[in-house]
């Protein structure tokens, strides 16, 4: 089954309602006062349904399109701390390979430094992570591997942090 979208299962259910309003008005007014209080009773409660529902659902619709842009950007927000803790692990990478010192050239680790600084100075890093990706970056530009690898795990920790939170 296709995944419904808020503003159609609302659609949905304020039709339901207004459907349920008007039935329920022909059943009052038929008992009350016959066919013609029953049609009339039916339009009356229908359309009160129909207005309600109108104002209701205008104001459900902007609450959705803000909790979408908030989700859009908290997502955004958070792939761009993710891709900061990415690039500094490559970076330390090519700072301590594992194939040997003759495993990456000085190019190729200039040019994962670069990235990494460049991704820690975005301007939608959170000031937290970016305080942890510059500890960890000068502790990778000292080659001490004892220290990248607390501070690395220091920004590991401080991105789940951040993003953690409902």
Do not use: K, N, W
Not at 24 to 37: D, P, Q
Not at 52 to 79: H, K, N, P, T
């Amino acid at each position: 089954m296709a995944c419904l979208a808020p503003a159609r299962v609302l659609l949905l259910l304020t039709i339901g309602l207004i459907c349920l309003m008007t039935a329920t008005g022909a059943i009052v007014g038929a008992l009350l006062g016959g066919a013609f209080l029953a049609l009339i009773a039916a339009a009356s409660a229908g359309a009160a349904g129909l207005v309600g529902s109108a104002l209701v659902r205008r104001r459900a619709l902007a609450g959705f399109a803000l909790a979408q842009r908030e989700a859009g950007l908290r997502g955004y927000a958070e792939g761009i701390a993710h891709g900061v803790l990415l690039h500094i692990s490559v970076y330390e990478a090519a700072v301590f390979p594992r194939s040997g010192p003759a495993g990456v050239t000085p190019e190729e680790r200039l040019a994962r430094r670069t990235i990494a600084y460049r991704m820690a100075a975005l301007e939608e890093v959170p000031r937290r992570v970016r305080e942890a990706a510059a500890d960890a970056l000068a502790a990778l530009d000292e080659a001490d591997r004892t220290r990248s690898q607390d501070t690395l795990a220091q920004l590991a920790g401080v991105v789940r942090q951040e993003y953690a939170r409902p």
